[in-house]
């Protein structure tokens, strides 16, 4: 409680620190022309958006269409590249050199296979587009070394800088209602092996209770993709921030805000606010007992 009691005081000194460094510890980043395109992957829905390992996962078939946020600004080219399972080392390509955007894309299970051999349960498949600027300079997707260059736009209204298609046990609501066991709480309500209660709504939504004034049930919705979403809604209130009144929560469409029924857990970043503004996203991941 108490580092979120002085969350504004630590931006505050971060901010004044970050002031006093030197120029020379800065670094030095690539000089860019123009305005940076915004990659936007949609999947057709009336296509397949998971890997049923309940049948032959070659016979999966989806379909995104590839635009831009901004269709004015164009770059020279991109190519759709797929990574497996979050490893930046193994990273293909799967369609070079895409001029004409926008455009609709097929992308199979065995397009996959071939790419990466087998499918198995568990394993998830991005989605992303390195960048060919005008200038000829490239904005790599998945760089071996250091951050995504999209890392910062998935927060942008309308973008989509990145697609997962993943490898799934489906999702049974009845098997995610009981005790669940805290893996990491950013938020820091719970401790790390303390137990939630995780309650169903309905078939798609499940609730649990953060350990604050006034609780109230915060609703998790998990789509047909295994993916969970928090609509905004207000959960309480704290005794150490009563000055702020009630504290909302909402998802901000990070992909690994996810159920995981082949092992039982349920993880979502959570943006917390006030009326007077955000303290920012934390990360909550709970396991089945």
């Avoid at 709504?201 to 006034?214: A, Q």
């Amino acid at each position: 409680m108490i580092m979120k009691k002085i969350i504004v005081c630590l931006l505050v000194i971060v901010s004044i620190c970050n002031y006093s460094c030197r120029k020379e510890d800065n670094p030095i980043l690539p000089e860019l022309q123009g305005n940076i395109p915004v990659p936007k992957l949609v999947p057709d829905p009336t296509s397949e958006l998971v890997i049923d390992m309940t049948r032959n996962p070659a016979t999966f078939a989806g379909k995104f269409d590839v635009g831009l946020l901004y269709p004015n600004d164009k770059p020279q080219k991109v190519d759709i590249v797929v990574m497996k399972n979050g490893d930046k080392a193994n990273v293909k390509i799967f369609k070079a050199d895409v001029t004409a955007l926008p455009t609709t894309l097929q992308i199979t299970g065995a397009n996959l296979i071939s790419l990466f051999g087998p499918i198995v349960l568990g394993d998830y498949f991005d989605i992303a587009a390195d960048i060919t600027l005008a200038s000829g300079q490239k904005l790599v997707a998945f760089p071996a070394n250091g951050v995504q260059f999209a890392s910062g736009i998935a927060a942008i209204p309308g973008s989509a800088p990145l697609l997962r298609y993943s490898a799934i046990c489906k999702f049974d609501a009845d098997e995610y209602v009981g005790d669940f066991v805290v893996v990491e709480d950013e938020w820091q309500d719970y401790a790390a092996g303390e137990t939630v209660v995780l309650t169903k709504v309905d078939e798609s939504r499940l609730s649990f209770l953060y350990r604050s004034d006034n609780p109230k049930p915060i609703i998790l919705s998990v789509t047909a993709t295994n993916a969970v979403v928090v609509n905004k809604q207000t959960y309480g209130t704290y005794s150490w921030g009563t000055q702020y009144g009630n504290f909302s929560v909402e998802t901000i469409g990070d992909i690994d805000d996810v159920v995981k029924p082949c092992d039982g857990t349920i993880s979502v970043l959570l943006k917390h606010t006030v009326s007077a503004g955000s303290f920012g996203e934390y990360r909550i991941t709970l396991r089945k007992k």
